[in-house]
């Protein structure tokens, strides 16, 4: 496989204690409250033909963290760390950049496969209906009211030619609506349609992948509806935990469970092949894991999960973190549960703050 238990460890390490970073130093919200800045970071190995989405990590203050980063090496508790495997600093956007994740992104940006994603961003508010107090979009959830930004599929794409190239979209493998909740499904799907619409005028092949995030549609109409535009047949939906699920997000997204089923039983009658739901380990318990995914494979209303650790960008949110879940083997325990249930993983290459256990699991077939 190319990587080793210990290698695996440190680089889920990482994602809980966050790096010293030098020039990186926390700043203050206008309620005073501590931020941490981004750092990415490239982790290959030598056996994938591409490299993944570039890991978010925290810049921690110097005592928080075993450790830093240093002229482009690693290291832990002071001294050089060599995992055997490439690890190298991803480039940040100026901030100057308008469309800087207030349009769109291109995640795998630094790798060697800087087209492999293109994830559109419609709706940048500040108001964003989820309400979710874990959410690590600071650039989204703490606009200036002039910075709002609302966009229509045919302005992002014009934009995206305009400044990557007319001919982009022979390069870009597969789009992604990863957007700011729209709080009403029709709007949702209108802007769904209209992408996939826009995307086939600038010559988009109909046989790479079209998906989006869909936790704005919830009835089985949308259901039907959503499920002729996206490709491969993938219902996404955001689970994010089981646990406090009212309390760690607002009413429209934070619904009770049972309310999650209905929707999910209502995709899988709608026709979808799969059903994906993206997971934040590290805020459950494990026996919450445990018990919740055991119930939706009962139930048949999960295929595939995206598989993010929960990394925290605050202090505030530092503190939402289970105590069990500060240890690395939670997260082999929870990888190895899903894998056995014949969960799959969906994509692992794909998500900035993916664990890096899920090279474990067998990847989504679709």
């Not at 501590?34 to 990415?40: D, G, I, M, N, S």
């Not at 930004?149 to 992002?156: D, I, Q, R, S, V």
């Not at 014009?158 to 001919?167: P, T």
């Given at each position: 496989?190319?990587?080793?238990?210990?290698q695996?460890?440190h680089?889920?390490?990482?994602?809980?204690?966050?790096?010293i970073?030098?020039?990186?130093?926390?700043?203050?919200?206008?309620?005073?409250r501590?931020?941490?800045?981004?750092?990415?970071l490239i982790?290959?190995?030598?056996?994938?033909p591409?490299?993944?989405v570039?890991?978010?990590?925290?810049?921690?203050?110097?005592?928080?963290?075993?450790?830093?980063?240093?002229?482009?090496e690693l290291f832990?508790n002071g001294?050089?760390?060599?995992?055997g495997?490439?690890l190298?600093?991803?480039?940040?956007?100026?901030?100057?950049s308008?469309?800087?994740y207030?349009?769109?992104?291109f995640?795998?940006?630094?790798?060697?496969?800087?087209?492999?994603e293109?994830?559109?961003?419609?709706?940048?508010t500040g108001?964003?209906?989820?309400?979710?107090?874990?959410?690590?979009?600071v650039?989204?959830?703490r606009v200036?009211?002039?910075?709002k930004?609302?966009?229509?599929?045919?302005?992002?794409i014009?934009?995206?030619?305009?400044?990557?190239?007319?001919?982009i979209?022979?390069?870009?493998q597969?789009?992604?609506?990863i957007?700011?909740l729209?709080?009403?499904e029709?709007?949702?799907?209108?802007?769904?349609?209209e992408?996939?619409?826009?995307?086939a005028?600038?010559?988009?092949?109909?046989?790479?992948?079209?998906?989006?995030?869909?936790?704005?549609?919830?009835?089985?109409?949308?259901?039907?509806?959503?499920n002729n535009?996206v490709?491969?047949s993938r219902?996404?939906?955001?689970?994010?935990?089981?646990?406090n699920?009212?309390?760690?997000?607002g009413?429209?997204?934070g619904i009770l469970?049972?309310?999650?089923?209905t929707i999910?039983e209502?995709?899988?009658?709608?026709?979808?092949?799969?059903?994906?739901l993206?997971?934040?380990a590290?805020?459950?318990?494990l026996?919450?894991?445990?018990?919740?995914?055991?119930?939706?494979?009962?139930?048949?209303?999960?295929?595939?999960?995206?598989?993010?650790?929960?990394?925290?960008?605050?202090?505030e949110?530092?503190?939402y973190r289970h105590?069990?879940?500060?240890?690395?083997?939670?997260?082999?325990?929870l990888?190895t549960?899903?894998?056995?249930l014949?969960v799959?993983?969906?994509?692992?290459?794909?998500?900035?703050?993916g664990?890096?256990?899920?090279?474990l699991?067998?990847?989504?077939?679709?």
């Open positions: 496989m190319g990587i080793d238990f210990d695996i460890s680089i889920q390490n990482l994602q809980l204690q966050g790096i970073v030098p020039g990186l130093d926390p700043f203050y919200d206008a309620k005073g501590t931020l941490f800045r981004l750092f990415r982790i290959s190995t030598p056996d994938t591409f490299d993944p570039p890991i978010k990590l925290p810049a921690v203050p110097a005592g928080m963290s075993p450790y830093s980063f240093i002229s482009d832990y001294e050089k760390l060599d995992l495997i490439q190298r600093r991803a480039p940040i956007p100026p901030e100057e308008k469309l800087h207030r349009g769109y992104t995640p795998f940006g630094g790798t060697n496969n800087p087209y492999r293109l994830r559109l961003n419609p709706r940048i108001c964003c209906p989820g309400r979710c107090f874990f959410c690590h979009r650039h989204s959830h200036k009211p002039e910075e930004y609302l966009f229509t599929p045919a302005e992002l014009n934009h995206i030619q305009s400044d990557e190239g007319r001919d979209f022979e390069d870009v597969r789009v992604l609506i957007t700011e729209f709080g009403r029709d709007y949702f799907l209108d802007t769904i349609c992408t996939s619409q826009e995307l005028q600038v010559g988009y092949p109909e046989e790479k992948e079209f998906g989006c995030i869909a936790q704005d549609v919830r009835s089985n109409q949308g259901h039907r509806i959503l535009l490709r491969p219902y996404s939906f955001s689970l994010e935990f089981f646990e699920r009212n309390k760690l997000m009413p429209y997204k469970m049972d309310e999650v089923l999910l209502s995709a899988r009658q709608a026709g979808f092949e799969e059903i994906q993206n997971y934040l590290g805020i459950d318990s026996e919450a894991s445990f018990q919740g995914f055991n119930r939706l494979v009962d139930l048949n209303l999960v295929d595939s999960v995206g598989f993010s650790t929960y990394t925290f960008f605050s202090e949110q530092r503190s105590e069990t879940a500060w240890d690395p083997k939670y997260y082999l325990e990888v549960f899903l894998s056995d014949g799959r993983v969906y994509h692992p290459e794909a998500f900035d703050m664990s890096p256990y899920t090279i699991m067998e990847k989504t077939l679709l």
